[in-house]
């Protein structure tokens, strides 16, 4: 049984550990709630009555979305009697932002946590698992949206906004930061770097946190990588790639302890994304064609043939081939290889798998063919690339 102590105890571990708000809401024998005195949020009343609106027995997360925020609740049940329950959020999805509202959003990133989708979910089981320490299988989950139940939600959350930006200190210049995102579209890492340079030797960063320093960076870092994705996609990188490397970013910043670290940590986000549009920029290319590196992008991991892609496509393969080659320069064979190569890249430079590992998930015929494929194309063994690029992390 969770005492108040208990409650207390596990909301101050839970948002101490992931800086997403959590309140715990209390039901009287009527069914009223009663909120107790320990929040890490203020009071929500009228998302409260929302969301008791809707309310459930079950003791399984329920999670809600209203615009662009995003929230999910446990209920505490004890001997068959919901006691109260775990309310967390509003939380924005760093890989879910729509362009067309940018700059709103932008300035509620500052303020509201930013996150994947998965990562929420990960949320949700281990404060699941705290209280009845039972296993969750979640990967596919149902959002309840409650956009449709009056504004109460989204006017809470713009006063909430409101409240909190009365104590911020003025954020750095508007068209200097969309300066840096248009060289992130362009892929001109130079100017992204030199840039960035002069803003943060400027001392002009606005505070995005009263609380504390480290937070403040790590905010202006995820807001950077939520900018930079949608730049990079809007500059021609493929939406699966960009958004791969986006959760990579989001999902380490929290590692980050030291201002300095996050500062480089910054200014690599920028660097990464700029690079990967010089790379990939992309020419208008027909359907098929365009469809046919869609299609390659989303398997990476996946052994497929020309039959299955032509089939996929809904052209003869040798149509396709002949087709492709001639737009875009070189074979599907060629072109899905490269593909490969740059995503071994960042496997090399991001994660600890082995060359076998990384051979085998990319489907080389074995570690001998991966390794000449890769010093073929990049003029340098895999090993001696991770010796190189793995320095990059050293550093964080």
């Known amino acids: 049984m969770l005492t108040p102590d208990n409650i207390k105890y596990l909301i101050e571990l839970f948002y101490k550990s992931s800086q997403i708000p959590i309140q715990f809401i209390t039901l009287n024998n ?6 107790q005195p320990f929040n890490s949020i203020e009071s929500q009343p009228p998302l409260i009555q929302e969301l008791l609106s809707i309310y459930t027995d079950s003791d399984q997360p329920a999670f809600y979305q209203n615009k662009n925020e995003y929230f999910f609740t446990i209920n505490y049940i004890n001997n068959q009697k919901t006691i109260g329950f775990f309310m967390v959020g ?15 959003l932008v300035k509620q990133a500052y303020l509201i946590p930013v996150t994947t989708k998965q990562t929420f979910i990960n949320h949700a089981r281990l404060l ?8 969750l299988d979640m990967d596919n989950i149902q ?12 006017a809470h959350s713009i006063l909430e906004i409101a409240n909190r930006r009365q104590n911020l200190s003025m954020h750095h210049d508007y068209h200097f930061e969309q300066k840096i995102l248009h060289f992130i579209k362009m892929g001109d890492k130079e100017k992204v770097i030199s840039h960035w340079r002069n803003l943060s030797e400027s001392g002009e960063l606005g505070v995005l946190s009263t609380k504390s320093e480290i937070r403040d960076k790590k905010n202006l870092a995820i807001t950077t990588v939520t900018l930079a994705t949608r730049m990079a996609i809007e500059g021609g990188v493929q939406a699966e790639t960009a958004y791969t490397l986006s959760d990579y970013f989001i999902q380490n910043v929290e590692e980050l302890r030291t201002l300095s670290a996050i500062e480089d940590y910054i200014e690599d986000i920028m660097i990464s994304f700029a690079d990967l549009v010089k790379k990939n920029q992309k020419r208008i290319f027909s359907q098929p064609i365009n469809q046919v590196i869609d299609f390659i992008f989303k398997h990476l991991y996946d052994p ?6 032509a089939q996929y496509i809904k052209l003869h393969p040798h149509y396709l081939s002949k087709l492709f080659k001639k737009e875009v320069g070189m074979t599907i064979k060629k072109y899905r290889l490269l593909a490969k190569i740059e995503e071994a890249k960042s496997l090399l430079t991001y994660s600890n798998l082995s060359l076998l590992e990384i051979s085998t ?4 015929n074995d570690q001998s063919h991966f390794t000449h494929a890769f010093k073929k194309e990049v003029n340098i063994t895999p090993l001696k690339y991770r010796q190189h690029k793995g320095r990059l992390n050293d550093n964080h």
């Open 304 to 309: 497929f043939s020309l039959n299955d892609l």
């Open 128 to 135: 699941h698992f705290s209280i009845y320490q039972v296993q």
């Open 90 to 104: 509003p939380v924005l999805f760093g890989d879910s932002l729509s362009i067309d509202k940018q700059d709103r």
């Open 30 to 35: 009527n069914g009223d709630h009663i909120l």
């Open 143 to 154: 959002i309840n949206p409650l956009e449709q139940r009056g504004h109460l939600l989204e």
């Open 361 to 364: 998930l990319l489907n080389f």
